[in-house]
């Protein structure tokens, strides 16, 4: 999952409050390992698919620092952040923009404690009432030794600050569990 927010340069003809708008871009990440065996958590790497979308990702950034939202903005503006994540930090080491990405472990994906490296099938076999509580409220519902949806929000909240204070574009790559693609405008 990536993620890019860009801080549109005023013009000349424009007010500052128009120009300023935001622009979002929101992609899934490449396959990891364990998408592909449908595991939850865990620190696996990127398939060969998922490297070639890294690949991809590259492509479509510097198609953007040449010609598209990207050309208005020096190179050495650009932010990345990413988790640390090995997908996540593998994903990054395949965009070259010249941009050293901040891993943050804060930007982790949820932590689904006992049932870490699990596939559903497995949680509900081991855990049915796991399964059973998870359907109920995914918000508030704490994986046994994990974390909770609501613990992330309250996690990554300080990056969110530091997103925000950022004046050129920036980079997020992480993963459709820590933001859902619907909380994204």
Same mark, same amino acid.
């Given at each position: 999952?990536?993620?890019?927010?860009?801080?549109?340069?005023?013009?000349?003809? &424009? +007010?500052?409050?128009? *120009? *300023?708008?935001?622009?979002?871009?929101? =992609?899934?990440? !490449? &396959?990891?390992?364990?998408?592909?065996?449908?595991?939850?958590?865990?620190?696996? $790497?990127?398939?060969?698919?998922?490297?070639?979308? *890294?690949?991809?990702?590259?492509?479509?950034? =510097? &198609?953007?620092?040449?010609?598209?939202?990207?050309?208005?903005? $020096?190179?050495?503006?650009?932010?990345?952040?990413? +988790?640390?994540?090995?997908? *996540?930090?593998?994903?990054?080491?395949?965009?070259?923009?010249?941009?050293?990405?901040?891993?943050?472990?804060? %930007?982790?994906?949820?932590?689904?404690?006992?049932?870490?490296? %699990?596939?559903? $099938?497995?949680?509900?076999?081991?855990?049915?009432?796991?399964?059973?509580?998870?359907?109920? $409220?995914? %918000?508030?519902?704490?994986?046994?030794? !994990?974390?909770?949806?609501?613990?992330?929000?309250?996690?990554?909240?300080?990056?969110?600050?530091?997103?925000?204070?950022?004046? !050129?574009?920036?980079?997020?790559?992480?993963? +459709?569990?820590?933001?859902?693609?619907?909380?994204?405008?």
């Amino acid at each position: 999952f990536f993620f890019l927010m860009i801080r549109r340069p005023p013009r000349s003809t &424009q +007010s500052r409050s128009s *120009a *300023a708008s935001d622009v979002y871009k929101r =992609q899934r990440h !490449g &396959q990891s390992e364990y998408n592909k065996e449908n595991r939850v958590g865990g620190d696996s $790497d990127l398939t060969e698919s998922g490297v070639k979308y *890294a690949e991809m990702l590259n492509l479509f950034f =510097q &198609q953007e620092v040449r010609s598209g939202e990207l050309k208005h903005f $020096d190179k050495s503006s650009i932010r990345m952040f990413t +988790s640390t994540l090995v997908r *996540a930090v593998h994903t990054t080491s395949k965009i070259k923009l010249g941009v050293k990405p901040m891993s943050l472990k804060i %930007l982790d994906e949820i932590n689904t404690g006992l049932c870490d490296g %699990l596939t559903y $099938d497995e949680i509900r076999e081991k855990y049915p009432l796991v399964d059973k509580e998870r359907k109920e $409220d995914k %918000l508030r519902y704490r994986y046994p030794r !994990g974390e909770s949806y609501l613990d992330i929000i309250h996690r990554i909240e300080p990056v969110i600050f530091e997103i925000e204070r950022c004046r !050129g574009p920036v980079i997020v790559v992480l993963f +459709s569990l820590l933001l859902p693609p619907d909380c994204l405008p």
